[in-house]
């Protein structure tokens, strides 16, 4: 059986509205990830964009912002946190936007331009 492009899109689709439908709980997930590998606390997680919004698409992706100040600005090891975190979620191939910063750039820069977000409890 040869596999069509279209069938390829939906699936893809799907697994995308399965991320965007339950961004609280995958948002809570992660950032129970989050908080034991930084072994941080006090780490927030920000959920923004087109998902909270309402108005997301087949090309959109989850935005995820982890706040902590035990980020190393390395892209290395953002790079490494980053597979940990896809690593504890058991999915390589998922749709979230990792944004990661400490709580100084999350207030010079991203506090700036997030007009419709939500901070996970």
């Known amino acids: 059986m040869k596999v069509k492009p279209i069938d390829i899109a939906l699936a893809s689709y799907l697994h995308k509205k399965r991320y965007f439908e339950n961004y609280r709980k995958i948002g809570k997930k992660v950032k129970k990830i989050a908080s034991k590998i930084l072994k941080d606390k006090k780490l927030r997680v920000i959920i923004f964009g087109s998902v909270v919004r309402g108005d997301f698409t087949p090309l959109s992706d989850l935005d995820m912002l982890i706040i902590s100040d035990r980020v190393k600005r390395e892209s290395k090891e ?33 506090k700036r331009f997030l007009d419709v977000y939500e901070e996970i409890s």
């Open 78 to 110: 953002l790079a490494k946190l980053r597979v940990k975190l896809k690593e504890g979620l058991g999915d390589f191939f998922t749709p979230i936007e990792f944004h990661i910063v400490t709580p100084e750039i999350f207030e010079a820069w991203y």
